[in-house]
């Protein structure tokens, strides 16, 4: 039976189950067996949190400096309100101050008209693109008609159409690898294709880099999210980044690209099997170590897996995927299943502190929570199995994952007490609502189009909407946030009811 159908009492009662196979205290496991007429099994035991961490999280709780008098209950309060006393010490010492909304509004708006013939825009993305030695900032489009567009920003020129670039199989998501002419397509069936962006003097024309045979199969069923991180390492000049993917397989993978005479090659260096399929990725780069980070969130839980990699991509020796710990977003109670997230957006506002926002799924108003993720370095400290004299890398060596299904014994750490704020967005949701974030440039807030249509300009040092946009009739199908020239900021939205493209421009 899914933990998601247990009531309260069946929940403890595999909790206190769980920690009696961790112990090896078997006898003892069979007779609540016996006395509770259930068989527990891996799959029932299947508890992102288990008992003593509970109880430990409990005794600390019950050891920390009481700041309820003065803190703003956020939930119940009319008015989002950020209290520094709400914070934990870890937050406090850094004296995180985010910037506040960076005053620049939208002074234009247009519906873009790329020929779709009414099709639905199933997924878009911004790309930075260098094509025949000139920087491009292009929109990327796939529609359900299997049309690829390609859009100039700057030029408000469309510069490419191309229908059925994978022979058959429609695109599901498409993104670019910033300041390059390649691009990533995934097909319905979970494979990674890759293609090119030509200039023929005024022309522009594309071609696959891959043939058929040569597709890369990253999910068993359909990719639901895909992103990529460019890294540039002195010491290894052919490597352009990594990726990572999430599917309907309930997988999450990670993988690195190399670029060799102009012709990309893509090696996936894990995956990993979670309990609940995942909802939203971040792809990031660990700011000390140069090595990747990513950040996972999965239904039925409000905590972020963290993985890695155990070394850095050279020689011949195997890079290895690596569980960290997880990430908790749910610090004022002791359940981690009472809300998921949806969406990762990476706000880091200097060269030391990453920092992330989270939009959740609560209904009826999604809401934001903003939290420091803490280095390799910080999270390895956190392991009680490893010792602390080892380096960072030895420490990654064993904490290697040698099962890649989750397993409901984990030793990797859950880490609490790092959330900066937790703010309502005032943007309206529903069970099925696709949540978008859209980190604007600088730290300088959110944009969030929402389920009435509306875009949201969203402040995340003080908690206030600052702008209120009409731009679509119902929610948004997908969104990105990107430039037009060097600095202006351009957002798009594509409606999944009207089918609009429209596009905002801030100058």
């Known amino acids: 039976m899914g933990l998601e159908k247990m009531d309260d009492s069946m929940y403890i009662e595999s909790l206190v189950a769980q920690f009696l196979h961790s112990k090896g205290y078997y006898k003892t496991l069979s007779a609540l067996e016996e006395e509770t007429q259930t068989k527990f099994t891996p799959t029932t035991l299947n508890n992102d949190e288990s008992l003593q961490s509970i109880v430990e999280d409990r005794i600390n709780f019950k050891t920390l400096q009481s700041h309820t008098e003065n803190a703003h209950h956020l939930e119940n309060g009319d008015v989002n309100t950020l209290d520094s006393l709400s914070q934990s010490d870890i937050v406090r010492r850094r004296n995180i101050i985010l910037p506040n909304w960076e005053v620049k509004y939208p002074d234009s708006v247009e519906v873009l008209n790329l020929g779709t013939l009414n099709s639905l825009i199933i997924d878009s993305s911004y790309f930075s693109s260098f094509i025949g030695g000139k920087i491009y900032n292009l929109g990327l489009f796939v529609t359900n008609t299997k049309y690829l567009l390609v859009y100039d920003i700057d030029a408000n020129q469309l510069l490419l159409s191309v229908h059925d ?31 090119s962006l030509k200039r023929d003097g005024l022309q522009y024309d594309m071609e696959l880099v891959t043939n058929s045979n040569d597709s890369v199969k990253l999910h068993r069923r359909l990719i639901t999210d895909f992103t990529f991180k460019s890294v540039k390492l002195e010491s290894d000049s052919t490597l352009l980044g990594y990726f ?6 309930g997988r999450v993978t990670l993988g690195l690209v190399r670029e060799a005479n102009n012709e990309l090659i893509i090696k996936q260096i894990g995956e990993y099997k979670l309990f609940t399929n995942p909802t939203c990725i971040l792809l990031t780069i660990d700011k000390e170590t140069n090595l990747p980070l990513l950040l996972v969130g999965r239904l039925e839980s409000s905590l972020l897996t963290i993985f890695s990699i155990n070394k850095h991509p050279l020689g011949a020796e195997e890079v290895k995927l690596v569980e960290l710990g997880k990430l908790s977003l749910n610090d004022s109670e002791f359940s981690s299943h009472s809300f998921q997230a949806m969406s990762i957006g990476e706000i880091s506002y200097n060269n030391k502190d990453l920092i992330i926002t989270v939009a959740t799924d609560h209904i009826p108003y999604m809401r934001l929570i903003t939290v420091l993720v803490p280095s390799i370095e910080e999270i390895l400290s956190y392991s009680k199995n490893i010792d602390p004299n080892y380096s960072v890398f030895e420490k990654l060596d ?13 030793s990797s750490p859950i880490l609490r007490s790092y959330i900066i704020s937790n703010f309502n967005s005032l943007s309206p949701q529903d069970k099925y609502s696709n949540a978008i974030i859209l980190s604007r440039p600088n730290c300088s807030g959110l944009w969030i189009p929402g389920d009435d249509g509306k875009l949201r300009g969203f402040d995340l040092r003080t908690g206030n909407v600052i702008e209120t946009l009409d731009s679509n009739d119902g929610r948004a199908k997908s969104a990105f946030i990107g430039q037009c020239g060097m600095e202006s900021e351009v957002v798009v939205v594509c409606g999944a009811v009207d089918k609009k493209i429209v596009i905002w421009r801030c100058s």
């Open 165 to 195: 670039p994978l022979n058959g199989q429609p695109i599901k998501l498409v993104y670019g690898i910033p300041y390059s002419n390649h691009l990533f397509l995934c097909d319905m069936n979970g494979n990674l294709r890759t293609m």
């Open 244 to 249: 990572s993917s999430i599917g309907w397989d």
């Open 398 to 410: 064993k904490l290697v994952v040698k099962d890649n299904n989750q397993q409901f014994t984990s």
